[in-house]
């Protein structure tokens, strides 16, 4: 705990850019929620826009607004 899933449009990151990435929302969530780095987790899911409504947006960001810390602007 905690476990963090980012889920994206299809995006080719870097070697570089993936670890920037996996550094930064470490830090934050380890000054968040109090945590050692060894509990994080993360995970990069590259969903299509194609399915994106399905997948995501309905179940994830309409079905469950409460639980957003931050809504799309779309």
């Known amino acids: 705990m905690p476990h963090v899933n980012v889920k994206h449009f299809p ?22 929620f109090g945590c050692q ?3 994080v987790s993360i995970a990069l899911e590259p ?18 607004a409460e639980l957003l810390i931050r809504k799309p602007g779309y």
Do not use: F
């Open 11 to 32: 995006a080719e990151l870097t070697e570089a850019q993936t670890e920037r990435l996996s550094t930064a929302l470490t830090a934050v969530i380890m000054e968040a």
């Open 37 to 39: 780095e060894k509990a």
């Open 47 to 64: 969903v299509g826009p194609e399915v994106w409504t399905e997948r995501v947006y309905g179940p994830e960001i309409t079905d469950r």
